[in-house]
């Protein structure tokens, strides 16, 4: 109100003082202190006293600056430092080791007003002689830990670029600084907490067992940076030319995307020679507390059959199900400058780590998103007439209504579909509300971790020598099972024969698809100890009925030096009182596969025509075909050479798969 006032102006305070007012109105009246308070910093204070009442006069300016004012000398309450992270042209980490006997990363204290990526960069000139550029030094993130009771907070600081010729100006303090392999990492010894969770913060997983420590992500822009070696460059070429030679990468464009993405800075603590096999090696990125994996860089050759078939376009808006930032850089490479791609993954830590090997090697093209993707992707990430394509990278036992609305009319999606517990790369067409199959690959996928995650009724028989899997996920009456084991067991030789390295899983896939009252039988224990003939750890196709089942094995029918001079039947074995008909039917079914489906190409089994509708699609509006229902759609299958009456559910009971014919 002073502030308010013309020059000689006057402010008038007419209050109760305390010695005058009763106590429970204390509230309304100023003492002594409050009333010298009141008149500090006036030019002129006059005051008069009336009746228990203070008049106060109050003239002149009673201008105050206002400035910034210290306490007394202060305690450390918490320690502050900041750490560069800095590699060279080969993608290598600097760290020096210390005097005190552990690696560090560059850094130290702030000093004054300077910020935490100016300290970065002094620091890095003083203990290395690096030069960089406070413009190309971008903290990534703030770290809140603890140190002996104290808490400590570390800004980690990624430089984008430098000069300069490494040296040891500060030898009181380290003995040498190296540049070490990401991937070398896990076993360099001794590194000094921050720097270990700085490292962390960069390339998540690359270390192991850090200690607990708080992560504050800055959403601060930074471009990717450079650096691999020629190793690397070599391996690449060699992995993309063994791709294109197994037919898996017929296209420029996905050749070009194998030849071009790093896949050694998406999966850093692996060395460079497992980054690029070119078998059938996944990189294992994470483990759940079981030790199952949970999330992992599939394998090359998977990768780039399954992104040929979702037949991309230039400028094409694709989703992804199921994180890690390689696959998804591959499809944006595919897609080129005008494409994106939305990937979603719902696992924090997956989506983090993602995030940083997209900002470390990526286009800059690809969105990542902590989200269930069963439920899709966010709406305002979802182009107006749906996403070009879709790819779903992990199990999935159902297919998810989100994928085929949230796709474009005409567009792909190609996801590993469990049907029978055995997983092929299925690529659908969308046609309205019905997708269809065009093409299927053997494949395998660590699971669906979200909603959609599914639990598989198993049934333990012989104090666990076996289980019974249900892999439709509705449990068969298994009743009287355990007796029917210790009776007789009937025998089918089927006449289907084998040779070495003959694919059968077109044969796994009919029969899941086709035989009422379908499971799988595992056994636990070896051969010799028990009454069914199947390898310890491996499981076999069985149909299971009233108090009775059947399974299928093969049996060495020819021994020979080599390979190719041995053979093998399809047999059936069953038990129970309806064995010897279920043990019939299998044996059919082995033989009409034998007759329509299989090949003497591995690659030339024939595949079904298979559709999906809406789960609550009524029978009469399905086409002819063998009906496996899911929870959220119905899967329709037409095999070769099988004629099967009007759709029909496939019964999971026992009631009445004895019906002989496939």
């Known amino acids: 109100m002073g502030e308010r006032l013309r020059d000689g102006g006057a402010l008038v305070v007419i209050t109760p003082v305390v010695e005058s007012t009763p106590e429970e109105r204390r509230g309304i009246a100023l003492d002594e202190d409050e009333i010298t308070l009141l008149g ?66 560059p850094g130290g204290k702030t000093t004054g007003p300077e910020d935490f990526a100016s300290a970065a960069v002094r620091e890095l000139a003083e203990e290395t002689g690096l030069v960089a550029n406070p413009a190309d030094a971008h903290v990534v993130t703030m770290l809140v830990d603890d140190s002996h009771g104290v808490p400590r907070l570390t800004a980690v600081v990624r430089i984008t670029a430098w000069t300069g010729t490494l040296t040891n100006p500060e030898p009181d303090k380290f003995d040498r600084w190296e540049f070490f392999d990401l991937h070398a990492l896990a076993c360099a010894g001794d590194v000094f907490v921050p720097a270990a969770l700085a490292i962390d913060a960069v390339w ?107 037949g991309l376009k230039p400028g094409a ?35 983090r780590r993602t995030r940083r090997f997209l900002t470390e090697a990526g286009s800059g093209r690809v969105t990542a998103v902590e989200a269930d993707a069963a439920l899709g992707a966010p709406a305002p990430l979802v182009p107006r007439g749906g996403f070009d394509a879709s790819m779903i990278t992990y199990n999935c036992w159902d297919i998810a209504p989100a994928w085929r609305e949230q796709l474009t009319e ?96 077109s044969l796994q896939l009919y029969a899941a698809t086709t035989l009422a009252g379908f499971c799988r039988l595992a056994a636990h224990q070896e051969p010799d100890e028990g009454v069914t003939g199947i390898a310890k750890d491996r499981d076999a196709p069985a149909i299971v ?14 021994d020979g030096d080599s390979p190719q001079d041995k053979k093998w039947e399809w047999t059936v074995h069953a038990f129970g009182e309806q064995g010897p008909a279920l043990a019939e039917r299998l044996a059919d079914t082995v033989r009409a596969w034998d007759r329509h489906i299989r090949a003497e190409a591995n690659d030339q089994h024939a595949d079904p025509v298979l559709t999906v509708h809406p789960a609550g699609t009524p029978d009469h509006a399905l086409p002819a075909g063998d009906v496996l229902d899911k929870d959220l759609c119905r899967l329709v299958f037409r095999w070769p050479g099988r004629d099967v009456p009007p759709p029909r559910p496939v019964e999971h009971s026992g009631a009445d798969i004895v019906t002989k014919g496939v």
């Open 40 to 105: 500090a910093g006036w030019e002129t204070v006059e005051r008069l006293d009336a009746d228990g009442l203070a008049f106060l006069v109050l003239r002149g300016p009673c201008h105050v600056d206002t400035r910034a004012v210290e306490k007394r000398p202060t305690t450390g309450h918490a320690l502050t430092g900041a750490l560069a992270v800095v590699t060279d042209s080969a993608g290598r980490v600097l760290l020096g080791r210390s005097r005190r006997g552990m690696l560090e990363l």
């Open 204 to 310: 998540p997983g690359i270390i192991p067992g850090l200690p607990l420590a708080t992560s504050y992500p800055i959403a601060a822009a930074q471009p990717p940076v450079p650096g691999e070696p020629a190793e690397a460059a070599r391996l690449r070429a060699a992995m993309t030319q063994t791709v294109i030679d197994g037919g898996w990468a017929p296209s420029a464009p996905v050749q070009e995307a194998l030849r071009t993405v790093p896949r050694h800075r998406f999966a850093p603590e692996v060395n460079f020679l497992a980054a690029y096999d070119g078998g059938d090696r996944a990189v294992i990125t994470r483990y759940d507390e079981t030790g199952t994996a949970i999330s992992s860089v599939s394998a090359a050759w998977l990768q780039a059959d399954m992104i040929e078939h979702l």
């Open 317 to 351: 808006v694709v989703f992804e199900a199921g994180s890690g930032g390689y696959n998804a850089e591959l499809i944006a490479h595919v897609t080129g400058p005008g494409g994106r791609v939305v990937t979603v993954d719902i696992d924090p830590w997956v989506v």
């Open 410 to 505: 005409g567009g792909r999606l190609v996801l590993p579909l469990e049907m029978g517990g055995y997983t092929r790369a299925v690529t659908f067409e969308r046609r309205g509300q019905v997708l269809h199959a065009l093409h299927f690959t053997y494949c395998g996928f660590v699971r669906d971790q979200g909603q959609q995650a599914r639990t598989i009724p198993v049934l333990s028989l012989l104090d666990g020598g076996l289980t019974l899997r249900f892999e439709h996920g509705a449990a068969a009456d298994t009743t009287g099972l355990e007796e029917a084991l210790r009776g007789p067991r009937h025998e089918v030789p089927t006449g289907v024969t084998m040779g070495a390295n003959a694919y059968f899983g």
């Open 545 to 558: 009925g009233d108090a009775s089942f059947a399974y299928l094995i093969h049996v060495k029918t020819k």
